[in-house]
C-alpha cells in the first residue's frame, strides 16, 4: 500500500491503554506528518510515556492501532529512533560505541560505521569525546550522545521522551535550538513529549494536550510559527498566545469562564 | 613552607612505616613466643624458614603445590565457567528460574565441608574427587552474584536494546553479558577465596598429595616446623589470590560510575 507523500506518517487511532483493571490511556487519536514535530504536554503521570512507549513498539496497546507508514505497530519498527528520558546509554560503551550501537547491532559494515560516527559525533558536537564514558560526561553531553546515537539509523520517525527534562535551564535552552536546527536540517516525523508548556510550544508545529486519569486528548493546537525557528521565536507574540491559551487548559482545568479562546490558524506573525 | 616539607615526606612514608611496623612486631613476636614454648607446639619463626628451605629444596613444597593448584585451578576454572552460565540462564528464563532455584538455595545453604566425607564414599579418591570439592566450595559464589547481577539489568536499557531491533543473541553480547560482568567478577573473588578452603579441606579427608594432606603428615609427626612452613605457603597463597581477586574486579567494574 502506498502513501501520498503528505500523508500523516504516525498514526494514533484510538488507542487505549490497561494495566490490569487501570486506564492510563483512553482514546487517544492524533496523527503526524513526515516533516512534522508533535510536541504532547501534559502533567505527570497522565501517560505521555506510555503513549511514546506504544509509538515505538515498546508495548502493544489494549485498544486502538498505532501505525507507522501505514504498517500497524506491533513490536519496535524499522526506522524509529528513541530518545530516552534518562538518556539510556550502555554505561560500559564509549560515546562512539553508543552512537554505534543501532548501526552495529543491524550489521552495518565496520567502515560505515566509523565514518557516520564521526559525522553524527561533530553534528552534536561531541568531537573529543569519543573514548569518553557516559559516566565522565555532564547530563548535556549524554543527551547529546543519546540523540545521536537515534540520528544514527536515520530514523523516518523520532520519539523522545522528555529528552531534555533533567538537564539544568541553560544547558536545555541551548538543546532545544539545537535539536531544532538538527530536524531542520534531516526532518523526521516527530514526537516531542513534554511537561513543560514553554517547551511544547518552542519546539511542536502541533501540540497535543493530554489530560489524566485515564489520559486522553484535550485539544490540538496549532502553534503557527514558521521554522526554522530560533531563540527569538519564544519572544514573539504568537508563542505567548499559545502558552496563554494551553497554561488556561492545564493549569485551570477544561470549562473556565475566563479562559482565553483558542487560537486560530493564521494568526501566526 | 620549607617547614611543611619533611612532615609531607613523612605523610607520604607513613603507611609503609605501618606496614614495616608491623611486620617487624609479628615478627618478633613469632620469635619471642617460639623461643619460650615446648618445640611441639610452636618453635620460632628462623627454625620455621629453615624447615620451609628443607622442603623446598627436597622437592616436597614444589610437589605438593604443584599437585595443590592443579587441583584448585581445574576446580575453579569449571565453577567460573558453570556459574555464569547458570547465573545468566536462571535470571533470563524465568521458567528455569522457578524450576531450579529451590535446589541452588537448599545446595547453598548447606556447609560444603560436610559433603566431603559423603562425596569420598560417592567417587572415591584422585584427582577429580578434589576437583568436585573445589568446584562445589567456588561454584555458588559466582552463580548467585551473575544471577542477582543479571536481573537487576535495568529495564530501560533492556527498552533501548528493544527499540534498536537488537536480537536475542546480540542482546546478551551488548547488554546482558557486559552488565552483569563487574557482578560475575566480585563472584569470582568470592570464589578464589572459597575454592582455597575447599582445596585444603579435600587434601585433609581425599589425601594424595598436596598441600593439605603435607600439614596431615607434618602433624602426624610432631614436625611443627614443617607445619608452620606449609601454613605459611598456604596464607601467601591465599593472600595474593585476595589481591588477584580485588584486582580482576576493578578491572571489570572500570565502566561504573567511581568517584
Ligand atoms: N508498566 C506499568 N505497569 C503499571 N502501571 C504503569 C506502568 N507504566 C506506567 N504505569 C502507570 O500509568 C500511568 C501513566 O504513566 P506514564 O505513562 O509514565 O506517565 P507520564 O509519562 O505522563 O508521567 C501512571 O499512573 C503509571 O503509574
Ligand atoms: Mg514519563
Known sequence: MTQPADAPLIRVEKVTKKYGPRTVLSGVSFDVGPHEIVSVVGPSGCGKTTLLRCVAGLTEPSGGTVSI????????????????????????????????????????????????VRDLIAMVGLEGFERSYPHQLSGGMQQRAGLARALAIEPRV??????????????????????????????????????????AVLMGDRIVVLTGHPGSVHDVVDVGIPRPRGREAADSDRFRIVRDYLWTVVMKGQGNDNSPGKPSEGTAD | MTARRPLTALRSWRPFLGYAAGLVAGVAAWQLIGLNSASFVFVPLTTTLSSLGRLISGG????????????????????????????????RRPLLRTAFEPYLTALYAIPMVALIPFLLALVGLGFWPKVIVVWLFAFFPVEFSTQRGAQSISPELLDVARSYRTSERQTWRHVVIPYTLPYLMTGVRQALARGLVG?????????????????????????????????????????????????VERRFARWRVTS
Do not use: C
Request: proline residues 4%.
Open chain 1, 69 to 116: 507508514g501505514g504498517q500497524t505497530v506491533t513490536k519496535p519498527p524499522e526506522g524509529v529512533g528513541v530518545v530516552f528520558q534518562h538518556f539510556g546509554l550502555f554505561p560500559w560503551k564509549t560515546v562512539s560505541g553508543n552512537v554505534a550501537y543501532g548501526l552495529t547491532v543491524r550489521g552495518t559494515p565496520r567502515a560505515a560505521v566509523t565514518a557516520r
Open chain 2, 60 to 91: 616436597t613444597m614444589p610437589g605438593a603445590l604443584a599437585s595443590s593448584f592443579s587441583v584448585y585451578a581445574a576446580g575453579e576454572a569449571l565453577a567460573i565457567v558453570a556459574g555464569a552460565a547458570v547465573g545468566l540462564l536462571l535470571a
Open chain 1, 158 to 199: 523520532l520519539v523522545m521522551d522528555e529528552p531534555f527534562a533533567s538537564l539544568d535551564a541553560q544547558t536545555r535552552d541551548l538543546l532545544q535550538l539545537e535539536m531544532l536546527r538538527i530536524l531542520d536540517q534531516r526532518p523526521a516525523a516527530t514526537l516531542f513529549v513534554t511537561h513543560s508548556i514553554d517547551e
Open chain 2, 199 to 247: 582445596m585444603i579441606a579435600a587434601e585433609f579427608f581425599l589425601s594424595a598429595g598436596g598441600l593439605g594432606s603435607l600439614l596431615i603428615t607434618q602433624s602426624e609427626q610432631f614436625d611443627t616446623g614443617g607445619m608452620l612452613a606449609t601454613t605459611l605457603v598456604i596464607t601467601l597463597a591465599g593472600v595474593i589470590l585476595m589481591a588477584a581477586g580485588r584486582a
